[in-house]
């Protein structure tokens, strides 16, 4: 990407260029930084990070793995319709619920086959996911014991807990915490007269002083005239893009684009097409076909042309080649909107998403959405724009309109999180957090790598997939992980392909190095009887 057709779109800051956003701000926050000494703080004046590594090539499993997978699925299925047969017949008393027995004489509201793969297989092995909480997400996390009855179908809560290492929370920068300055925030505002709850939507009376304040230096942070906020992160995608398109125009979505995006696109009505994950070609033949076809049946011109894309693809751990789609934006007169809920805080040198990690201008990115949920370990999401974007989502947005605010607590949890990434608390030093989860993720991604997983996802990218293709060997990572005290999450159909299911890793500052060698010891000594180490590409050497 750093070829001459995409040099221009490298952000380099010159003095001579005035109109380029200043990386703390505007002028008041300027001040403020330099009286506390946090613009000592900041990283070089190279706002691209030249230690990034683009890859979005994917390693293909053995084929003796692949045969392997496929026999297995033959055999799930082959005896889900056995235990289907015997449940007919009144021997199988497992998952006899999901038949519908009350709705005689009407259609049935789902189709039984549809729950075949959740009765035959998720069932039998649900007991490895959806743990209750009993403290935060941090870098150990505790959570309730529970027990089943009848094959996993009847949970029990009980009162006994177990403490794992947790490498499997969104937890980037490792803002979850009882304690420290963001967590401290956030109860102040509680005590100082706001309450735990605005109970009322944006347009309304929900709107603070508070959400202004974290609207202000949201657009600040990611380079763009203005943001607005909300309540729910999936809800930002979800019901907002009907905003954007409507009939009449053309949404290109990526096809590995999480469901929020996908619920939005579907509910536009909007045309919608779909390109492969992160392929340019493909991309820019569904653009050229778009601008010469226009319209079906019509051959009207599409009213607009938006490109739907993630910063960091939290299934597969790549990033969306940013300077490419720019280029191809431009070139077809089409708009860009980027989910950065997994890039916002994780990526670049300043923690500023792809635009950062990129060194490209974020004036050249139409719309920048992300969520609070992840780096700033709060809740709720962001879309930043120019502002006539911004004014008719105020108006037009059903979360803006119909959804409840951010609560004061959050919203200042934050705030506080998100000035100390820029310098400006004096209190918490965010980019020194920024700093060792980029370490720890390169760290942990060449160890992997080392050990022969396949890894999918760009070095600098938080999220770490190690490909396990099989149900039976993720399921079975899973249990053995948890008898040796670690935390993580498995991944499997229908959320990723058939061959597809993983392990998925998620790196974080709060994590030390003590923790990530315990969490390599602990897969070492896994591996003799899980046998997932299949990568047949030897670790480049590096300079």
């Known amino acids: 990407f750093r070829s001459n057709e995409y040099k221009s779109y490298l952000r380099m800051p010159p003095e001579s260029e005035p109109d380029t956003p200043r990386s703390v701000g505007d002028e008041k926050d300027l001040s403020a ?13 190279s706002f691209v990070d030249e230690s990034f590594e683009y890859d979005a090539t994917f390693e293909d499993p053995p084929l003796l793995t692949v045969l392997s997978v496929y026999l297995g699925l033959a055999l799930l299925v082959l005896f889900g319709h056995l235990r289907d047969i015997l449940r007919r017949w009144g021997f199988d008393k497992t998952m006899t619920e999901s038949k519908e027995n009350t709705n005689e004489g009407f259609v049935p509201l789902y189709n039984d086959f549809e729950s075949f793969y959740t009765r035959n ?12 909480l009993a403290g935060l997400p941090g870098a150990e996390i505790e959570v309730w014991d529970r027990h089943f009855d009848n094959y996993n179908e009847r949970p029990r809560l009980l009162k006994t807990k177990k403490k794992f290492i947790n490498i499997g929370s969104y937890n980037y920068l490792g803002y979850s915490e009882p304690n420290g300055a963001s967590a401290n925030d956030a109860m102040d505002e509680i005590r100082n007269g706001y309450g735990s709850a605005s109970g009322s939507s944006l347009s309304e009376l929900g709107t603070m002083t508070l959400h202004r304040q974290l609207e202000s230096l949201v657009s600040k942070f990611v380079g763009k005239e203005d943001a607005i906020i909300f309540g729910m992160g999936f809800a930002t995608n979800a019901l907002n893009l009907p905003s954007l398109v409507t009939s009449g125009c053309l949404l290109i979505s990526d096809e590995l684009n999480h469901a929020s995006l996908v619920m939005g696109a579907r509910l536009s009505g909007a045309k919608i097409k779909v ?44 990033t969306c080649n940013l300077p490419e789609i720019i280029a191809l934006k431009k070139k077809y007169k089409a708009y860009l909107y980027i989910d950065e809920a997994h890039s916002i805080g994780a990526l670049g040198k ?13 004036r050249d990115v139409d719309i920048l959405m992300g969520t609070f949920s992840k780096s700033f370990a709060a809740a709720g999401g962001y879309i930043a724009a120019n502002k006539k974007i911004i004014a008719h989502l105020r108006k037009e947005s059903y979360d803006f309109n119909y959804g409840t605010s951010i609560t004061p607590p959050v919203c200042r949890q934050v705030l506080s999180s998100m000035q100390s990434l820029m310098g400006l608390n004096p209190k918490d030093d965010g980019l020194k957090r920024l700093q060792r989860l980029q370490e720890n993720t390169r760290f942990f991604r060449r160890e992997l ?11 600098g990218s938080p999220v770490i997939p190690a490909l396990a293709f099989t149900i039976a060997s993720t399921c079975a990572f899973g249990m053995e992980a948890l008898r040796r005290g670690l935390a993580t999450v498995l991944v499997g159909f229908p959320a990723t392909p058939l061959l597809g299911s993983r392990i998925r890793f998620c790196m974080s500052a709060g994590l030390s190095k003590e923790n990530l060698d315990k969490i390599l010891a602990i897969l070492d000594d ?8 299949l990568s047949r590409r030897k670790l480049k050497a590096r300079k």
């Open 526 to 533: 896994m591996e003799a009887t899980l046998g997932l180490r």
């Open 121 to 132: 297989v998720y069932q039998r092995v649900c007991h490895l996911w959806c743990y209750p």
């Open 350 to 362: 300043r923690g500023r998403g792809v635009c950062d990690q990129f060194g490209v201008d974020p």
């Open 449 to 459: 790598k080392k050990r022969g997983y396949i890894i999918y996802g760009e070095e």
């Open 275 to 318: 390109f492969k994950h992160n392929d340019m070609k493909c991309l820019e033949n569904l653009l050229r076909t778009a601008v010469i076809e226009g319209q079906p049946r019509t051959r009207r011109p599409w009213k607009k042309i938006l490109i739907v894309v993630e910063g960091v693809y939290s299934m597969e751990g790549t």
């Open 33 to 45: 930084a330099q009286s506390n000494g946090s613009l000592e703080k900041q990283p070089s004046q």
